[in-house]
């Protein structure tokens, strides 16, 4: 199937390699069903450690050994409650970049590069043994002569190749699934592609990563208790960003936060805070707060770092996300039902089953308080059982929030995300309904709906034109095709038999009385006749008068 593929021959190595990874984990299935070629082989011995492993387990690490592109994907897979079930995106939720550090030798000349001399007499200290090794960067630790202390994340040499061919394969993949079955088709491979494609060529560009942290920091710049890192763009690039270190503390571990002398709850509270502001106020978001992102300092304050992986949310999101959440506060079935349903692209299930559905949810999750997390991956376990696929950058923005409520109720138990969430939803509610904001709204559709009418007069008479000429084509979207060729195959045999009935009747029945020995004073083959032809028009006439399915 994978024939599109071949025609670059730069990809096939890689093609080769991906292979030949995924069979020496035993994922033969897998391969076949993904359509790749048959045509290479493994040249390993596959791992016996590899046989007592489940599929997922199995899936984990080969992820894990094709590189970052793969371990991106399965990251993005993991979050997909909405698609996959619990025991993969479990399993999916074990990736992780860590991986050996490259040695100096490898990463000095493209640093010395990008930099324009050797980090030794760039800076004031700079240590060649990295901190921190992922398999898309290493993370070094410097001083500038100025007396800051600063981090430098490093680009491993040679990487985007690697990725932009894993890309091409993985999108020609994805448009012969799209095209395999419907069963492929409900997962919108092309469009999970597409999106892994940006976010990974995102984290490829630290010059992006590091305008994300100044545009999130812009926000808090009035909040002291919110901290980001200060980039150096004198030393910044696309494959080395240079920002300041921030010493902070993981604030799950509690025994941390006790010898720094913070307090758990301020810690835990604040940072709920920040993220719901970004989310819900800002519409730009820290899109990966866990433990090691999201750090906690002196003054109980919160420092973020990473920011690779940001996500935006446009106005209607915004709305949308609100009017859940006040949905789910107020336990309003029919908003949760209408905002399932508008997130949808096509959606063929029985509604009845999905306000069922959408009752058991609420009832289950409106007793005592609410645990955010909870309640989003049993929401998109909803959508999964009822098979409607949520937009992709929804996705995000739950895994954000699952995260975030992971990480700060290991802080303290007691934090109450959805309460503290109230208070902003219904200032963004009111802010979004107040007589200024619904004045705005209206001069602009009004101003759109103006510069259309400038449209509609040609439009309509070119309308007009092709249908005086016969030229309005109509596309049909034919569903349960099979159905219909089962009912036209019926159709026609009932077409035959009443053919053939009307013929012995009018044709062939006149002429039996001529022949064969008489039985009630009629020939044999007259009887035969007779019945023939009453029995096929009360088989027309059932048919008829059968009711329409």
């Known amino acids: 199937m994978l024939e599109t593929a071949l025609v670059a021959a730069r990809d096939r190595a890689r093609l080769a390699e991906v292979v030949g990874i995924l069979v020496d984990f035993g994922l033969e299935g897998l391969v076949a069903q993904l359509g790749l070629p048959k045509i290479f082989v493994s040249k390993k011995n596959r791992d016996s450690a590899h046989q007592t492993m489940s599929i997922p387990e199995r899936l984990r690490h080969a992820i894990e050994a094709l590189g970052p592109t793969y371990v991106k994907l399965g990251q993005i897979l993991a979050t997909r409650h909405d698609l996959l079930s619990p025991e993969w995106t479990t399993e999916l939720e074990k990736l992780h970049n860590h991986v050996a550090a490259l040695g100096w030798d490898e990463i000095a000349p493209q640093l010395i590069e990008d930099l324009g001399a050797d980090p030794h007499d760039v800076f004031l200290e700079f240590s060649s043994t990295p901190i921190a090794a992922a398999s898309m960067a290493q993370i070094y630790k410097a001083k500038l002569k100025t007396g800051e202390d600063v981090v430098l994340k490093v680009r491993r040499p040679n990487l985007r190749p690697k990725i932009e061919a894993d890309l091409r394969l993985l999108g020609h993949v994805a448009s012969l699934l799209a095209q395999a079955s419907p069963d492929w088709a409900r997962f919108k491979p092309e469009s999970i592609v597409s999106y892994l494609a940006s976010a990974i060529r995102d984290e ?9 942290c100044e545009q999130l920091a812009a926000c808090f710049v009035d909040n002291p208790y919110i901290v980001f890192p200060t980039i150096y763009w004198q030393w910044t690039s696309e494959r080395v960003l240079v920002q300041d270190y921030v010493a902070g503390v993981n604030p799950t571990k509690a025994h941390l936060l006790t010898q720094q002398g913070l307090d758990p709850q301020q810690v835990a509270q604040r940072g709920a805070l920040a993220v719901l502001q970004m989310i819900l106020q800002d519409g730009i978001f820290h899109a990966d ?46 908003k949760v039902t209408g905002m399932l349903l508008s997130w949808a692209d096509q959606y063929d299930a029985d509604p009845i089953q999905l306000d069922m559905a959408v ?13 955010i997390s909870v309640a989003l991956m049993d929401f998109m376990s909803l959508a999964r059982h009822q098979k409607i696929t949520l937009p992709a950058d929804l996705s995000l923005l739950f895994k954000t929030f699952i995260t975030a409520d992971g990480v700060l109720t290991q802080v303290s138990s007691q934090l109450d995300i959805v309460r503290l969430a109230e208070p902003m939803v219904l ?8 007589l200024s904001a619904v004045k705005d709204r209206a001069v602009r559709v009004t101003a759109e709906l103006y510069e259309l009418s400038d449209e509609i007069p ?15 084509g109509v596309d049909l979207e034919m569903r349960q095709i099979d159905r219909f060729a089962h009912v036209f195959e019926l159709s026609a045999i009932r077409l035959c038999i009443a053919l053939v009935t009307a013929a ?35 088989l027309l006439a059932f048919w008829l008068m059968k009711p329409k399915r």
């Open 359 to 371: 009752e058991r949810f609420l009832a289950q999750h409106g007793v005592g308080r609410l645990r």
């Open 204 to 212: 490829l560009d630290f010059v992006r990563e590091g305008h994300n």
């Open 504 to 538: 012995f009747a009018l044709g062939l029945a006149p002429r039996l009385f001529e022949y064969g020995p008489v039985w009630f004073g009629m020939p044999l083959f007259a009887w035969l006749g007779l019945a023939g032809t009453i029995f096929g028009c009360v």
């Open 458 to 472: 040609s439009a309509i008479r070119l309308l007009l034109h092709r249908l005086r000429h016969g030229r309005v």
């Open 427 to 434: 200032a963004q509610l009111q802010q979004h309904y107040q």
């Open 289 to 334: 707060p866990h433990p090691g992102n999201l750090l906690a300092l002196s003054d109980n304050r919160i420092g973020f770092i990473d920011f690779g992986l940001v996500g935006h949310v446009s106005e209607r999101r915004k709305m949308q996300l609100l009017a859940l959440f006040q949905a789910l506060i107020d336990g309003r079935s029919d």
